[in-house]
Each structure stands twice: as C-alpha cells, then as structure tokens.
C-alpha cells in the first residue's frame, strides 16, 4: 500500500485510540479525509498529520463554579455502566467515552492520552478502584461536572501499587479547575473510608447507589 495512505491500525496508533474509537470516528464523520480504498478504509497521510496537529489548545471556556459541588451530584450529571466491557483501560475508556455525547473527536483523543500517560507513570487504582481524571484544558464543552462509574464485567490487572486487580473505574470530567480540585479532595476522602469502598463494591442499582452515597458523603464531609 502508497504510504500516501494510513490503515484504520496505523491511524489508531498515531491518535493514541482503539481501532473502535477510529471507526465510531468515521461513522461520526469526525475524522476527515477518509475514503475507501478496495472495501478498505484509508487516510490521506499528509492531511491527516496537519488535522491532528492543528487541535485547539486554548483555554477552555468559563464555566461559573459551583463551590459547593458534591460527589453525589457529579455522579447524577454523569453515568454508572454495570458489566462494562473491555481488556485493558484503552479499551473501558472507549466505552465511557462513547457515552459522553458533546465530547468531540479531539477532546476524546486529548482526554484518553492525559489518562493513559498518567497511568504509565503509576496506576490511580487501590483497593480495586481506579479514579481517572483528565485535567480541565482537555475538555471544552463539559458545561457540568460529572462523575462516571463502570463497574467491570471482571477484575483487570492494572499495575496497581497494592497489587489488588481493579473492579472499579471512577472517571471525573470536570466542569472547571475550582470543581475539579474540590471534587478530587472529597473524593479521594471518601475513596480512604472502608464503609465507602464496601458500599462501591456491592454494585447496587443506580437509585441505591446515589442514596448510599449522598448519606456517607453527608456524614463525612458535610
């Protein structure tokens, strides 16, 4: 094949994505420059280098702050997925991702290289549950901070540094910086209260998980 032209692998590869997140691209219409080739779709090599350097990395938009912001809240704004599929963070991230409407192609692709580069370095996951969180100059239209919750279809080993296989990926998209500070610290508070972890890993339903949360979170934290 002209090296003219990219394969969805070599494109997958150079964005940093699935080669699921490629095609769910193309069927979104959100990587241009892609035709087929013998049944085969491929990428203008030269354009495609322009397209993906030229992300805007300007300042995101102000969002007012809601100084008050709590756990509970931002995992109603967001969603909790039961038997989440996948073989590695890649592959879950694809899947929360998938499910964020207003995120465009280059906000998934900035967000997933944020979280994959940081979990190089060390692994977010302790007692099995993982709390990924990009930071705030990655995402441009979250207008509301929300808190997504998958609980894996089964335990993955993500290096963590307690040897513990993760059961539990917790995802922040924060709305703005203030937000994303205040929920991190409530959080990761609530992440060293064993009453907190054995309720998480119960995996209730959507309805008792919110409640379960509101009354521990209220009760630590106010």
Do not use: C
Not at 1 to 11: N, P
Not at 121 to 126: D, G, V
């Amino acid at each position: 094949m002209d090296k003219t032209f990219l394969t969805v692998k070599e494109l997958s590869i150079k964005l940093g994505v699935s080669e699921k997140t490629v095609y769910r691209m193309i069927t979104s219409k959100s990587i241009p420059f892609a035709i087929k080739i013998g049944g085969q779709w491929r990428f203008n090599s030269e354009k495609i280098e322009k397209w993906s350097s030229a992300f805007p990395k300007g300042a995101k938009n102000k969002v007012p702050t809601n100084d008050k912001i709590t756990i509970s809240e931002a995992m109603t704004n967001g969603l909790i997925i039961y038997r989440a599929h996948g073989e590695n963070r890649d592959e879950i991230l694809d899947e929360f991702l998938g499910m964020v409407g207003n995120l465009s192609a280059e906000e998934i692709i900035n967000i997933k290289k944020q979280i994959l580069y940081r979990e190089s370095i060390i692994s977010s996951s302790l007692q099995g549950i993982s709390f990924m969180t990009p930071g705030v100059e990655a995402t441009h239209h979250i207008d509301k901070s929300q808190l997504f919750v998958a609980f894996l279809e089964k335990p993955m080993n993500f290096k963590a540094i307690d040897n513990i296989d993760t059961e539990i990926v917790l995802l922040l998209l924060a709305a703005n910086k203030t937000e994303q500070l205040i929920l991190k610290t409530r959080l990761t508070r609530l992440l060293m209260e064993k009453e907190f972890i054995a309720m998480v890993k119960k995996h209730l339903n959507r309805r008792e998980l919110l409640e379960q949360v509101t009354a521990i979170e209220t009760k630590l934290l106010g």
